[in-house]
């Protein structure tokens, strides 16, 4: 599965955003979709992720209920929705696929490198 996310840009400390992701194939409803950042200088790290029908999802500590994840398997479009930009969620914006919800989270936390990666999309939120 081939992806492409966009949404990305400058927003205010407060304001929001909506980054997409569109996946190519016939099987993205298959897919666990998810988003990783990377900040300036850091380690990539795992945002959020939601199983192939939409009835799970999973959020870091930092961005839960901030970020909303959704999808829409008609359009093979996942979204994230960001609410309440901190300055701290500047980084660039992945999205991911896997064919299971373990290959984000288990029981050990969310830790898992899913297997299709799109290119990134960055997300700059001033103060």
């Known amino acids: 599965v081939q992806l492409q996310a966009y949404g990305g840009g400058l927003v205010q400390a407060g304001g929001y955003l909506r980054l997409s992701c569109a996946a190519s194939g016939r099987t993205f409803s298959s897919y666990a979709m998810g988003w990783f950042r990377q900040a300036p200088g850091k380690e990539r790290e795992f945002v959020a992720a939601?199983?192939?029908?939409?009835?799970?999802?999973y959020y870091a500590d930092s961005v839960k209920g901030r970020f909303t994840i959704s999808r829409d398997n008609a359009k093979n479009t996942v979204y994230l929705q960001m609410n309440s930009l901190k300055p701290e969620d500047t980084a660039v914006y992945y999205c991911?696929?896997?064919?299971?919800?373990?290959?984000?989270?288990?029981?050990?936390?969310?830790?898992?490198?899913?297997?299709?990666w799109g290119q990134g999309t960055l997300v700059t939120v001033s103060s």
């Open positions: 991911a696929a896997d064919p299971s919800m373990r290959g984000y989270c288990s029981g050990y936390g969310c830790y898992g490198v899913p297997d299709y």
């Open positions: 939601i199983s192939w029908s939409g009835g799970s999802t």
